[in-house]
DNA sequence: CGGAGATCTGGTATCGATTGCAGTCATCGT
DNA sequence: ACGATGACTGCAATCGATACCAGATCTCCG
């Protein structure tokens, strides 16, 4: 590769006036530089540049898991918004793990600009380097328990699930299954506590044999389910508090020969590309995705230029009831029931948080 | 940050020694530059050493979309290694679209050491600059016309498309519908090939109206499964060349209320996680995904440490034809059918290639 | 015509590491 | 005791760009 002292020999000018060339400003000989530069075919180097620099023109990017189809959304809505802003994305998996997450991100030190990081875990200090070496950070989709000081995008999990609950109690159930996610993770805690405070509220409460811990992982999900159904005490309905969860209970709902939903109604927390095809289709509560990719990057980009200029921005987003037809009236099979309308379109609900 | 200038006259040493100590060898005041490097938690700046070194520790991913849960699987599967490997990586999408790519890759040349591509077009030169670059590239998934001395990791297309064929002949059908990839890409012509290949062999010809072009995306299986339901005369069965045109046609199927498999069979190629669960379930012709990524990064790595050493490996992973529920036998809906045979295990079939 | 001011220039230090080279010191054999 | 060998050491150059600074050139106006 051509470096920028070529350039300047051939056109009979000091490396100087071709970095300043480069960085746009006025030079008397710019036509024959820029003449030089396509000769050669140049283009700096980014990692010198880097070096005097002090910026990466990087971003870390650090999800539990990619293959997750919400975090590969997310992963395309903050790379078509670094594409635009020329960043580069380091992409890094922590499978839900909080000390690869912490290894990752002490690597990620000196070679990024900024962090857009969805926490394994709620209370971790793994943040604590990076934050030392003046790093931004933003938040994605879960909050750090030290981190309100952080930019974040989130959605309103409580409301979500509280919508999933209310759901399901408008159909009359009271014996309630739940596949929680972790409890010490964002999504897990906040679907957790806004589903039961939700059944609380309608003098419901939840047993706690009924409440089933996972690892927002697929298994996990296909092992509650399978533990649920197995309590002596049938439920009548189930809220999986995220997509993989969901696929997994549905899969031991299935191979159970267990129907949805005249048996069981199923509600889950994050939409699926083929929730619609499903036999029923299924009901979830969904919410933004891409663009929780996109917004945490804009968040990011600020954050950057701004070198840490203003407060703390916290987004919340809505999250929608997408009503479906694996949510049944209990007890009157042929009564009305949402498998049962005939919706053309299919019925949404949006919950506005404060 | 602490620079290794910092470490060495806390301890007293050069900056030279510290350097040495750093990369393993015997130095006298070891004892004391390690103590110094851990009080100061020193840790190496990257870019300074991929200035000196030209050693980036970092390679490229290059798909067309990671939000198609197959290129989110190659990503988690091209992640796991290069992560073990200490091997940072850049996730790029190109939107199936070769004008971003060539851009994207310029922009990686110097700053990776390798790249993993799923090239948007089987012609292209937007590997040139790269490879005169001396950078490393490894095909995954998807040929390079002028390709054949870069490594790649492919599936067996033409023949999972042959057993989608043989598995619709089988049973009956004579008039099938395809919708295509683009066939200036691998994937789209090889299926494309293979689909049509085994009919003409069985002595069916394709009417090129039954054939609907697609880009892999989901919409245009939508509209492509609209287009082919229009037709005059009916097609029995429907071929679909990737998951996402699968999806989408299979919407299309249910919004017109065309039963599947009663009134049409479906295989599409890719399995999706939700495949066993659909109403029916999907026959698909399934494959590899994490390890795709997984033996693309190995190729790459051994590529970027022998430097070009040795000829082109070509990988090519065999399809496995996973018998579920959406084909059906033809004109005997009450006859001997994939969709009856009451499988506790799902049928699969492998097939071997050369 | 001369000098203030604006505009442009190249030399050189710098970012933080690695590395070739020459030099210091201890050890060893004879 | 002396030179040869080996084990370490630090100086200084280097990677490729940027930025400060002083000097050179040009412009313009009194």
Redesign the pocket.
């Known amino acids: 590769?051509?470096?920028?002292?070529?350039?300047?020999r051939r056109a009979?000018?000091?490396?100087?006036?071709?970095?300043?060339?480069?960085?746009g400003?006025?030079?008397?000989?710019?036509a024959a530089v820029q003449a030089s530069i396509e000769a050669l075919d140049?283009?700096?180097?980014?990692?010198?540049?880097s070096?005097?620099?002090?910026v990466t023109r990087t971003i870390g990017l650090v999800v539990p898991d990619v293959s997750n189809p919400f975090f590969a959304a997310v992963a395309k809505g903050v790379e078509s918004v670094s594409r635009q802003l020329e960043l580069n994305v380091f992409l890094s998996n922590t499978d839900e793990n909080d000390e690869r997450e912490r290894a990752v991100l002490r690597g990620l030190i000196?070679r990024v600009d900024g962090v857009i990081l969805a926490p394994a875990r709620e209370k971790s200090d793994n943040t604590a380097e990076l934050r030392r070496a003046g790093v931004p950070i933003v938040l994605l989709d879960r909050r750090l328990e030290d981190g309100e000081d952080l930019d974040c995008v989130l959605v309103d999990s409580a409301g979500g699930a509280a919508q999933a609950a209310e759901h399901l109690l408008g159909l009359g159930h009271q014996r309630f299954g739940l596949i929680s996610g972790p409890l010490d993770t964002t999504p897990g805690r906040e679907r957790y506590e806004g589903f039961t405070a939700a059944l609380e509220a309608a003098g419901v409460h939840l047993d706690p044999a009924l409440m089933q811990m996972g690892d927002f992982k697929e298994d996990s999900g296909y092992q509650a389910a399978l533990r649920l159904l197995g309590l002596p005490f049938a439920v009548t309905a189930i809220f999986a508090a995220n997509n993989l969860m969901s696929i997994g209970a549905l899969q031991a709902l299935h191979h159970l020969g267990v129907r949805v939903p005249e048996e069981v109604s199923f509600i889950g927390f994050d939409d699926l590309e083929l929730a619609e095809l499903l036999s029923p289709p299924l009901t979830v509560i969904s919410r933004p995705t891409i663009e929780q990719g996109v917004l945490a990057m804009r968040l990011l980009r600020n954050r950057i230029e701004g070198k840490g200029r203003g407060r703390a921005q916290h987004i919340v987003l809505d999250t929608r009831l997408t009503v479906r037809g694996s949510c049944q009236r209990l007890h009157t099979s042929d009564d009305v029931s949402d498998v049962t309308t005939p919706a053309p379109q299919e019925a949404v609900m949006t919950r506005n948080n404060t």
Chains 1, 2 share one sequence.
Request: without cysteine; glycine residues 8%; hydrophobic residues 45%.
């Open positions: 590769m051509a470096t920028i002292w070529d350039v300047a009979g000018v000091s490396s100087t006036t071709v970095s300043r060339h480069l960085a400003q006025r030079v008397r000989e710019a140049f283009r700096a180097n980014e990692v010198a540049r070096l005097k620099s002090g000196g």
